[in-house]
């Protein structure tokens, strides 16, 4: 598909580079390797406080992310979560070719990579029988809003991990009208989140919504379709017990890593990419990088550097791809113009 601007990578500067982007009235397109956008901010702190965003006292990663998803609704992006772009060229006519995994491919005038640290991958579960079942059965970090989960309906299903990720989502399960008893287990009777999310699990478990074990997965048995039908689990004190299940949803933490971004040939400084910092574009003129995978002298790696950087980045992209457009710079205070792709105005 054709694109002014790919954007890899959908935490919070990857949703404020689409913005600034959009704002100047460049259609946009982005990709992020999880499925749903928030990046860090869903996944590592959903519901932790954060304190140091300009004009906003207090808010979550989750209330962050919900508040730049709004910002950009009204600009309207192309979405593609849960794929990672794996291949990236530049043309003769100094455009982009960009492809994921599975085929999507892109056509960009500019490329954004806002990718934080790199992309989160989720640490893979290691028992007999698990062959053939991701995607079907067996399931990553899965997006945590209502219609994601409407998959799990209904279903036998045993979340695995400890900590906040894996608990948000079995407790989501568990509350569920007419679900089934949802199945929660950690190699550890220790289960780390805020003591909301804590307290909301134990009144699950005691209502007999939630069965919690404390255990390791051994091993999978599937039927003659390739259904999950039981795993069986180690217990803490040695013993094994069977489960009868439909899907396993797996927590047990994402690790970054820069994937295909080192081979594409830009400069990099101890794995990060190399940016001017008067626009943001990396060794390879028509590739910009915001956020925590960019290094110049006097980074800092805080969430409203990176606005500063994704806005920098907007406006040096704009003016090689619309030079035409050039003028003086426009406020969404006074601007018609910006105000109507905001849907504000008239």
Same mark, same amino acid.
């Given at each position: 598909?054709?694109?002014?601007?790919?954007?890899?990578?959908?935490?919070?500067?990857?949703?404020?580079?689409?913005?600034?982007?959009?704002?100047?009235?460049?259609?946009?397109?982005?990709?992020?390797?999880?499925?749903?956008?928030?990046?860090?901010?869903?996944?590592?702190?959903?519901?932790?406080?954060?304190?140091?965003?300009?004009?906003?006292?207090?808010?979550?990663?989750?209330?962050?992310?919900?508040?730049?998803?709004?910002?950009?609704?009204?600009?309207?992006?192309?979405?593609?979560?849960?794929?990672?772009?794996?291949?990236?060229?530049?043309?003769?006519?100094?455009?982009?070719? +960009?492809?994921?995994?599975?085929?999507?491919?892109?056509?960009?005038?500019?490329?954004?990579?806002?990718?934080?640290?790199?992309?989160?991958?989720?640490?893979?579960?290691?028992?007999?029988?698990?062959?053939?079942?991701?995607?079907?059965?067996?399931?990553?970090?899965?997006?945590?809003?209502?219609?994601?989960?409407?998959?799990?309906?209904?279903?036998?299903?045993?979340?695995?991990?400890?900590?906040?990720?894996?608990?948000?989502?079995?407790?989501?399960?568990?509350?569920?009208?007419?679900?089934?008893?949802?199945?929660?287990?950690?190699?550890?009777?220790?289960?780390?989140?805020?003591?909301?999310?804590?307290?909301?699990?134990?009144?699950?478990?005691?209502?007999?919504?939630?069965?919690?074990? +404390?255990?390791?997965?051994?091993?999978?048995?599937?039927?003659?379709?390739?259904?999950?039908?039981?795993?069986?689990?180690?217990?803490?004190?040695?013993?094994?017990?069977?489960?009868?299940?439909?899907?396993?949803?797996?927590?047990?933490?994402?690790?970054?890593?820069?994937?295909?971004?080192?081979?594409?040939?830009?400069?990099?400084?101890?794995?990060?990419?190399?940016?001017?910092?008067?626009?943001?574009?990396?060794?390879?003129?028509?590739?910009?990088?915001?956020?925590?995978?960019?290094?110049?002298?006097?980074?800092?790696?805080?969430?409203?550097?990176?606005?500063?950087?994704?806005?920098?980045?907007?406006?040096?992209?704009?003016?090689?791809?619309?030079?035409?457009?050039?003028?003086?710079?426009?406020?969404?205070?006074?601007?018609?113009?910006?105000?109507?792709?905001?849907?504000?105005?008239?």
């Amino acid at each position: 598909m054709q694109t002014d601007a790919l954007v890899i990578g959908a935490g919070p500067v990857g949703l404020f580079q689409a913005f600034q982007l959009g704002l100047l009235g460049l259609s946009v397109q982005i990709v992020d390797a999880l499925p749903q956008a928030g990046g860090q901010c869903i996944e590592l702190y959903a519901d932790k406080p954060i304190l140091d965003i300009p004009g906003i006292l207090e808010c979550s990663g989750r209330e962050l992310t919900e508040r730049l998803l709004a910002q950009l609704a009204p600009l309207a992006p192309g979405w593609h979560l849960g794929h990672e772009v794996t291949r990236l060229a530049r043309r003769d006519d100094g455009r982009f070719d +960009a492809a994921c995994a599975d085929g999507t491919a892109f056509d960009a005038g500019a490329v954004f990579i806002c990718a934080g640290v790199g992309a989160f991958q989720p640490r893979r579960l290691k028992a007999p029988g698990l062959e053939g079942l991701e995607g079907r059965h067996l399931h990553y970090h899965p997006a945590t809003d209502p219609a994601a989960l409407d998959c799990f309906a209904g279903q036998r299903v045993l979340v695995i991990g400890g900590d906040e990720a894996a608990l948000v989502r079995a407790a989501a399960l568990a509350e569920r009208p007419g679900q089934p008893p949802v199945q929660l287990m950690h190699r550890r009777d220790v289960l780390q989140a805020d003591a909301t999310l804590l307290t909301r699990i134990d009144a699950l478990r005691q209502a007999g919504h939630l069965v919690f074990h +404390a255990a390791q997965l051994a091993s999978a048995r599937q039927d003659e379709a390739g259904r999950l039908l039981q795993v069986d689990i180690t217990l803490s004190d040695g013993g094994l017990r069977t489960l009868d299940l439909d899907t396993l949803i797996v927590c047990q933490g994402l690790s970054p890593r820069l994937g295909p971004i080192a081979d594409w040939g830009l400069a990099m400084d101890r794995k990060l990419l190399v940016a001017d910092p008067a626009t943001f574009e990396t060794s390879a003129p028509g590739i910009h990088a915001a956020g925590d995978i960019v290094s110049y002298p006097g980074k800092k790696k805080l969430i409203l550097c990176g606005f500063h950087e994704a806005t920098l980045a907007a406006h040096a992209a704009h003016e090689r791809l619309r030079p035409h457009e050039r003028g003086p710079l426009l406020y969404t205070s006074s601007s018609t113009l910006l105000q109507q792709r905001l849907g504000r105005h008239g």
